[in-house]
């Protein structure tokens, strides 16, 4: 690999990048939060009710027509702006129960994450799975307590469920004062200052009171009996508390904690800029010849999500990269490793929500999309010609739920194979076939339920295609390993099914983890992957 670097104006931009995903369980708030960021900085002017049934308004970073209709996120979305100097990138991955495995691929483009936590619930079902894929990754995660106009968990006890939970220590940045109708606003630690906020209905500016703790008008502001409160919280922090490590931070082993609520933007802005100050400029990736420098003067990029007909009326598909090393240009020539051969790029765009603009220029840390004829799969790598780099494939999570679909009008075929084929190609479903039959039937499996619906309203929608659907008893699903296997000769139980993945490979479809382990035992040498690699 070249050792040349950029010059110092690129290499400036690159280290103002910040690239981070929110993640959540549903309802934690969110989609609430990065509206509220975006209107920070200065993105949007005002910040959209995602359930409101009087204001119909979907949230700004929901754009296929079921999020609209339904008031949540099904799929990933990608924004960008500025705030103090600094360029930011947010991945906005799906909240919801039945999110897709498009959530899990999205954290792969990640430098950081933020957990949204609802502060009345504490750590909840999807924020668990979410912050597994982190912790495989040992990205930098930054949590947010929302909801603290509300009625919430014992401040101690939610960080105590934090570390229990997810096995991750703690350090809280600031600290509540009360909750619900009591919440008075937060306690910055380190400046040693109290913020006293005051809503505004979701304006931009928040009005704020500061005080340190040893001034005589903190008890006036707040009350004694909270004023007493706190400085015995703030004695046990400081004495019993983990010291906030950026070093832990930045290997992904301490948390630092905030607490606010999106919706009445307390503790907002003070997150943002903390945040901001610890998280670094865009990180090295790992490729098959090693380690690929941000600064590097060469350019290299990964595909992690496709998706296609984002505007029905041109019945579009597009690739989103992450850029990695370098500078990537308007016009460029660039190397597609997959396909093995140059390709143009002339229509970069970068997205907010359904708004594209043209990018002329676009840094390491960067997130760009650009028109795809096909060519493009998850995980391809595109770099400079002159050097040639290949990063590691994204894995192919394993599904969850599995159903069988067929088409009802038989003379669709062909629209049928289109349809299933290029949505499983954006990586929310995958689709299976079982050995020596056709694609009049396919075998979906998905991570979430809601994944199902989202297929048939999109060929119903997108490819004018009616399906039938037939739930399947399957809950497991393994790749087999072993290349020169003779599948017919495998010793499997009545409920366990064959099948083969679009790229030939086969798997099996297992009802229960007993008969994963009746598989392994009865097949001596057999090999199963629990995800693959493209």
Same mark, same amino acid.
């Not at 990205?139 to 919430?152: G, H, L, S, W």
């Given at each position: 690999?070249?050792?040349?670097?950029?010059?110092?104006?690129?290499?400036?931009?690159?280290?103002?990048?910040?690239?981070?995903?929110?993640?959540?369980?549903?309802?934690?708030?969110?989609? @609430?939060?990065?509206?509220?960021?975006?209107?920070?900085?200065?993105?949007?002017?005002?910040?959209?009710?995602?359930?409101?049934?009087?204001?119909?308004?979907?949230?700004?970073?929901?754009?296929?027509?079921?999020?609209?209709?339904?008031? %949540?996120?099904?799929?990933?979305?990608?924004?960008?702006?500025?705030?103090?100097?600094?360029?930011?990138?947010?991945?906005?991955?799906?909240?919801?129960?039945?999110?897709?495995?498009?959530?899990?691929?999205?954290?792969?483009?990640?430098?950081?994450?933020?957990?949204?936590?609802?502060?009345? =619930?504490? *750590?909840?079902?999807?924020?668990?799975?979410?912050?597994?894929?982190?912790?495989?990754?040992?990205?930098?995660?930054?949590?947010?307590?929302?909801?603290?106009?509300?009625?919430?968990?014992?401040?101690?006890?939610?960080?105590?469920?934090?570390?229990?939970?997810?096995?991750?220590?703690?350090?809280?940045?600031?600290?509540?004062?009360?909750?619900?109708?009591?919440?008075?606003?937060?306690?910055?630690?380190?400046?040693?200052?109290?913020?006293?906020? $005051?809503?505004?209905?979701? $304006?931009?500016?928040?009005?704020?009171?500061?005080?340190?703790?040893?001034?005589?008008?903190?008890?006036?502001?707040?009350?004694?009996?909270?004023?007493?409160?706190?400085?015995?919280?703030?004695?046990?922090?400081?004495?019993?508390?983990?010291?906030?490590?950026?070093?832990?931070?930045?290997?992904?082993?301490?948390?630092?904690?905030?607490?606010?609520? $999106?919706?009445?933007?307390?503790?907002?802005?003070?997150?943002?800029?903390?945040?901001?100050?610890?998280?670094?400029?865009?990180?090295?990736?790992?490729?098959?010849?090693?380690?690929?420098?941000?600064?590097?003067?060469?350019?290299?990029?990964?595909?992690?999500? %496709?998706?296609?007909?984002?505007?029905?009326?041109?019945?579009?598909?597009?690739?989103?990269?992450?850029?990695?090393?370098?500078?990537?240009?308007?016009?460029?020539?660039?190397?597609?490793?997959?396909?093995?051969?140059?390709?143009?790029?002339?229509?970069?765009?970068?997205?907010?929500?359904?708004?594209?603009?043209?990018?002329?220029?676009?840094?390491?840390?960067?997130?760009?999309?650009?028109?795809?004829?096909?060519?493009?799969?998850?995980?391809?790598? %595109?770099?400079?010609?002159?050097?040639?780099?290949?990063?590691?494939?994204?894995?192919?999570?394993?599904?969850?739920?599995?159903?069988?679909?067929?088409?009802?009008?038989?003379? =669709?075929?062909?629209?049928?194979?289109?349809?299933?084929?290029?949505?499983?190609?954006?990586?929310?479903?995958?689709?299976?076939?079982?050995?020596? =039959?056709?694609?009049?039937?396919?075998?979906?499996?998905? *991570?979430? @339920?809601?994944?199902?619906?989202?297929? @048939?309203?999109?060929?119903?929608?997108?490819?004018?295609?009616?399906?039938?659907?037939?739930?399947?008893?399957?809950?497991?699903?393994?790749?087999?390993?072993? =290349?020169?296997?003779?599948?017919?000769?495998?010793?499997?139980?009545?409920?366990?099914?064959? *099948?083969?993945?679009?790229?030939?490979?086969?798997?099996?479809?297992? $009802?229960?983890?007993?008969?994963?382990?009746?598989?392994?035992?009865?097949?001596?040498?057999?090999?199963?992957?629990?995800?693959?690699?493209?």
């Amino acid at each position: 690999m070249s050792d040349t670097v950029l010059s110092l104006q690129d290499r400036e931009e690159i280290e103002k990048r910040r690239t981070f995903a929110i993640i959540s369980h549903p309802d934690a708030g969110k989609t @609430t939060l990065t509206e509220k960021l975006l209107l920070y900085g200065g993105a949007i002017v005002e910040a959209g009710m995602v359930k409101g049934k009087k204001n119909m308004r979907h949230a700004v970073s929901d754009w296929m027509e079921i999020e609209k209709q339904r008031g %949540i996120s099904v799929t990933s979305s990608v924004m960008q702006f500025r705030y103090d100097g600094f360029c930011i990138n947010i991945l906005d991955t799906p909240g919801h129960q039945d999110f897709s495995e498009d959530t899990y691929r999205t954290l792969m483009a990640a430098d950081s994450a933020v957990m949204v936590i609802d502060g009345s =619930k504490g *750590v909840e079902a999807q924020t668990r799975k979410l912050f597994k894929v982190c912790r495989m990754r040992g990205i930098p995660i930054f949590t947010f307590i929302n909801k603290m106009d509300r009625e919430a968990k014992d401040s101690f006890d939610l960080m105590s469920e934090i570390e229990t939970e997810l096995g991750i220590e703690t350090c809280p940045i600031n600290w509540p004062i009360g909750s619900g109708k009591r919440f008075q606003g937060v306690y910055d630690r380190e400046k040693q200052r109290m913020l006293k906020f $005051a809503a505004t209905g979701g $304006a931009h500016e928040v009005a704020s009171v500061e005080m340190a703790l040893d001034d005589p008008g903190l008890g006036d502001l707040i009350g004694e009996e909270a004023r007493d409160q706190l400085l015995e919280e703030m004695e046990l922090l400081d004495g019993a508390g983990h010291p906030l490590d950026l070093d832990m931070v930045r290997k992904g082993e301490l948390s630092p904690v905030f607490f606010g609520s $999106a919706l009445t933007n307390f503790g907002v802005e003070p997150f943002l800029e903390e945040f901001l100050r610890m998280t670094t400029s865009p990180l090295p990736r790992q490729c098959v010849e090693g380690v690929v420098e941000p600064a590097s003067a060469d350019f290299s990029a990964f595909v992690f999500k %496709i998706q296609a007909n984002m505007n029905r009326a041109h019945r579009d598909r597009v690739a989103f990269m992450r850029i990695c090393s370098g500078v990537f240009e308007k016009g460029m020539e660039v190397y597609h490793v997959q396909q093995g051969k140059k390709i143009k790029i002339s229509q970069p765009t970068q997205l907010m929500a359904q708004d594209r603009s043209i990018v002329d220029k676009a840094w390491a840390g960067d997130i760009i999309s650009v028109f795809d004829p096909g060519i493009f799969s998850i995980g391809d790598t %595109i770099c400079s010609s002159s050097n040639r780099v290949k990063f590691e494939g994204i894995p192919t999570f394993a599904p969850e739920h599995f159903c069988r679909l067929r088409q009802v009008d038989t003379l =669709k075929r062909k629209q049928f194979i289109k349809g299933t084929t290029e949505i499983a190609q954006e990586g929310a479903i995958q689709i299976f076939v079982e050995p020596n =039959k056709g694609m009049e039937e396919v075998i979906v499996g998905v *991570v979430g @339920t809601l994944q199902f619906d989202v297929l @048939t309203h999109r060929l119903v929608n997108e490819y004018n295609i009616e399906t039938r659907m037939e739930s399947l008893p399957y809950e497991h699903i393994r790749w087999v390993e072993n =290349k020169d296997l003779d599948m017919s000769a495998l010793t499997l139980t009545s409920d366990t099914k064959v *099948v083969q993945d679009m790229k030939g490979n086969y798997l099996l479809l297992f $009802a229960d983890e007993w008969n994963i382990d009746w598989a392994l035992s009865h097949n001596k040498g057999l090999k199963l992957a629990e995800f693959s690699r493209n």
